[in-house]
């Protein structure tokens, strides 16, 4: 049996699944405490959980075809400001470089109260006659500031980089770290790209150390698969990626567990809820797709794309806040910080004469509810206690526990409350739900959702003290995903090759398009992504002149089909009824190319007592496994071929291309190949439509089946 193996680096436990790589079934789960204080840091409990798997379920080295490791380790760095000083060099000449001393002074960044990352410059004038020597002359200065990791940075860097790029060299000959801006994006923007690069720069020494420690290990233990590390948006790349741009492991752990949700649930629109002891991870699905967007360190934007992860300080080991004995608020402290066992995980014999007393875990702090008994046992009132009370927790959750104990331990609050045990626990579940509502709600307003087919999927093991009660509470639809307590490790497990080219472009040319593409294409297979699965979007965002190209690929022996499970066409058109919210006979396949469908149905809209009518066909483009890929309000839609797509494409621009004074309006076009969707929106020209397309399609048979639609731009 050939085996993939994630690793779940938390601030707790580090979690291993061992995956068998045909059918995608966990065939083991091992866990083990993070060894923060090891000598070798956490790179000793990696290899403990790699050891306890493979020794667990018979796995030889030989047999592990993936290994891939995600860690929290940047993200905690940042957080406790345990991050090198950075000094910045910075190169240029006249007036240009005299307004890049401005743009690439940092200063401090606060990453936490008290908590600063520092960072000191120093100007290289590069039309000095000796470059290298007044370049060794910075490093040197900013050193004796207790600099330890660098950075380069260069106004146009982006165009030409040879400056930043001799400065790292020259950083490495001395054994220093060293980060140029250039690498870290390819955006025009030096102040954005510069504290971007710093932040790099600064987890860098840390980073470094952990990476090679790993690495190492997986190599002692005889595993030939190179080892990946998770990224911040959802892919894998490589260790040497790492030692170069360890920024993007940051906010690796909820993009680890929001893949693994996608790869087991088949979700259209929904709202990711990863539930832990302490806080809740919530993200974004649309359209089958995670949504993505700049993260921001220290409440400053940087030119880091990650998933859009926003944390709430509420999860299953939440406390309850209390004022004159009675309950007014959940969270955030967390009985683990309290040092209190929760009242639901103990035996129901040991809650004993229980007396409500109140407690502040931490200086400053509010006082939160404490059971103590009789007979010396302590524990605390918990959201996990909560919803095992109030019945949201079924017997298969994870977070399933003895609610006789904590309905022993709740007696006490419900008492003060004058209210009944069940009573006090939703009102306490009712606080957590005010707090992740408010967060749930601004993304779906923020990616324009639609509430009525937005799903709520938890994760984690805390998953089922939080959702069910919440999606209640907002009035959606929810369900608890498979393998919930590890569905971060498996989405490790299961990761793909991942790689992003942004760059600032005024009016593109088909060159400058097909040169981003090839770029990333390439990164992605530098990262060890097999050539042949690489696949690539583009994006033309002609508001801020940047072409941007995703690509992304599996490596050698992942079998991608392996989990499709195909649906007869009457139930993806049942869903597609459902998702529009009309009877089915209405609807009509438009196109499909065997594996997706373009369903279209006819909307009439009467204005004016019915004097004027308003048409619009509406769009769900649905894959056999019932995911919408796609959802318009109005498109045309063709079922062409690779040999004929050229001809139908020039039929759809003739319709839909609008002429006005600000300029020509093509509309979005959109060619599905198999089950990708080549976005070709955003386009200036109808040749670079076609020159795009065709790239997309180079190798395909001329009578490979294509589907083609498009919307006008006010219509998308």
């Known amino acids: 049996m050939k085996v993939r193996i994630g690793i779940d680096v938390g601030g707790t436990f ?58 929290t380790q940047a993200t905690n760095a940042l957080l406790e400001g345990d991050v090198a000083k950075v000094g910045v060099v910075t190169l240029g000449q006249g007036l240009q470089g005299a307004k890049s001393k401005g743009d690439t002074s940092i200063g401090d960044i606060e990453l936490a109260p008290g908590k600063f990352l520092r960072s000191e410059n120093s100007y290289v004038d590069t039309s000095t006659q000796d470059l290298d020597g007044a370049i060794r002359q910075a490093l040197e200065e900013l050193k004796g500031r207790g600099c330890t990791s660098f950075v380069a940075a260069e106004a146009f860097s982006v165009d030409d980089p040879a400056n930043e790029n001799r400065t790292v060299e020259l950083c490495r000959e001395i054994s220093l770290p060293g980060t140029a801006t250039n690498d870290i994006s390819k955006l025009y923007g030096l102040k954005i790209r510069t504290r971007t690069a710093v932040v790099n720069a600064s987890i860098m020494p840390k980073m470094l150390e952990a990476a090679t420690m790993t690495d190492e290990s997986i190599k002692a233990a005889s595993i030939e698969s190179p080892l990946m590390v998770m990224r911040c948006d959802g892919g894998v790349m490589t260790v040497d990626e790492v030692r170069n741009r360890p920024i993007l492991t940051i906010l690796s752990g909820p993009a680890a567990g929001v893949a693994g949700a996608l790869m087991y649930e088949k979700l259209t629109d929904g709202i ?39 944390t709430v300080g509420i999860g299953g080991g939440s406390m309850v806040e ?70 949201f927790v079924r017997e298969e959750d994870y977070a399933y ?3 006789e104990a904590a309905r022993k331990a709740w007696k006490p609050l419900a008492d003060n409350m004058g209210c009944t045990v069940e009573e006090a ?36 093991g805390g998953a089922a003290t939080v ?66 699965t690489v696949e690539v979007s583009v994006e033309v965002d002609t508001q801020r002149n940047i072409v941007r190209a995703i690509a992304v690929g599996a490596t050698e022996m992942r079998s991608k089909d392996r989990m499709n499970q195909k649906l007869e066409l009457d139930k ?17 396949v438009a196109a499909q190319n065997g594996v997706m469908y373009a369903v279209q149905y006819a909307k009439v809209e009467k204005k004016l007592f019915g004097l004027v009518k308003k048409s619009a066909h509406q769009l769900r483009l649905i894959d056999e496994e019932g995911v919408i890929r796609l959802q ?63 790239v997309e399609l180079t190798g395909c048979r001329q009578e490979e089946p294509l589907i083609l639609a498009a919307t006008k731009r006010v219509d998308a």
């Open 572 to 588: 993806l058109l049942d869903i597609v009824a459902e998702n529009l919210e009309v009877h089915r006979g209405g609807l009509q």
């Open 322 to 391: 209390i004022r004159n004995g009675k309950a007014v608020n959940t969270g955030p402290r967390s009985a683990h910080i309290a040092g209190l066992e929760y009242e639901v995980y103990t035996p129901e014999d040991k809650i004993v004469e229980p007396r409500l007393v109140s407690v502040r875990p931490m200086e400053g702090d509010p006082e939160y509810a404490c059971i103590e008994c009789a007979n010396g046992v302590r524990v605390a009132l918990t959201m996990a206690g909560a919803a095992n009370l109030a019945g």
């Open 632 to 694: 318009k309000n109005n498109a045309w839609v063709r079922q062409t071929t690779v040999a004929q797509w050229e001809k139908d494409l020039e039929w759809i621009l003739e319709e839909l291309t609008e002429y006005n004074d600000g300029g020509t309006n093509l509309p979005n076009v959109y060619v599905v190949l198999g089950k990708r969707i080549i976005d070709l929106s955003g386009m200036q020209s109808p040749e670079q439509i076609v020159s795009l397309g065709n």
């Open 467 to 532: 959702v069910p009660h919440l999606a209640q509470t907002m009035g959606h639809k929810f369900y608890i995903a498979k393998n919930a307590p590890v569905i971060s490790t498996i989405g490790v497990a299961l990761a793909m090759v991942r790689d992003m080219v942004e760059r600032s472009v005024t009016n593109p040319t088909d060159e400058d398009i097909i040169s981003v593409r090839r770029e990333a294409e390439l990164k992605a297979i530098q990262n060890g992504a097999a050539p042949g």
């Open 14 to 71: 580090t979690d291993a699944v061992a995956i068998d790589n045909d059918t995608y079934e966990v065939i083991g789960v091992v866990k083990t405490p993070t060894t923060h204080d090891a000598k070798e840091g956490v790179a000793a409990g990696i290899i403990q959980v790699l050891h306890k798997v493979m020794e667990q379920c018979n796995i030889a080295p030989e047999d592990v075809v993936f290994i891939a490791h995600g860690t």
């Open 272 to 310: 990711f809820f990863e539930v832990g002891g302490t806080s809740t991870d919530i993200s974004c699905v649309k359209d089958g797709k995670v949504m993505i967007r700049y993260a921001e360190v220290g409440g400053h934007k940087t030119y880091l794309n990650s998933l859009d992860v926003r």
């Open 425 to 460: 626990a939703r009102k306490v579940l009712d606080f957590a739900a005010a707090k992740n509502s408010k967060v749930a709600s601004q993304l779906i307003k923020d990616y324009e959702m639609d509430p009525r087919h937005t799903v709520f999927v938890g994760g984690g």
């Open 401 to 403: 526990g003895n609610v």
